[in-house]
């Protein structure tokens, strides 16, 4: 059973800094692109940052490039999305995701696994 549980949201006012990670279990993740995603209330969720299966390429949304980034471990099975100069309006629920293929997405729809999601929230 593939299991992603995400760590290391928070509170943080705005200028600082947060890393959150995801663990994944249950099979081989190498082969697959990670993906990080986040939904703030009463929005949609939204694409944040990917990664493809060796870590060679990396994709940003226009909101985030320049202050996140994005990273991977496949020896430990871990994506982690590191997060600078953080602003009130970053603040909502991140979630991991990991899909069978080993191209990015940014839809939500070509994601195959998802975490249970990380609250990020950032004071002004």
């Known amino acids: 059973q593939v299991q992603l549980v995400e760590s290391g949201g928070g509170l943080v006012q705005a200028g600082g800094s947060l890393r959150v990670s995801c663990a994944a279990s249950?099979?081989?993740?190498?082969?697959?692109?990670m993906g990080w995603f986040r939904q703030a209330p009463g929005k949609e969720r939204e694409f944040v940052a990917a990664?493809?299966?060796?870590?060679?390429?990396?994709y940003y949304a226009d909101s985030v490039k320049g202050r996140f980034t994005i990273s991977r471990d496949n020896a430990k099975n871990t994506v982690y999305l590191q997060m600078n100069s953080l602003k009130p309006e970053d603040t909502a629920v991140y979630y991991c995701?990991?899909?069978?293929?080993?191209?990015?997405?940014?839809?939500?729809?070509?994601?195959?696994?998802w975490g249970q999601g990380t609250q990020v929230t950032v004071s002004s």
């Open positions: 995701a990991v899909r069978k293929l080993s191209y990015y997405t940014r839809m939500p729809g070509g994601y195959d696994y």
């Open positions: 249950g099979r081989t993740f190498s082969t697959s692109a």
């Open positions: 990664i493809s299966e060796n870590g060679s390429s990396t």
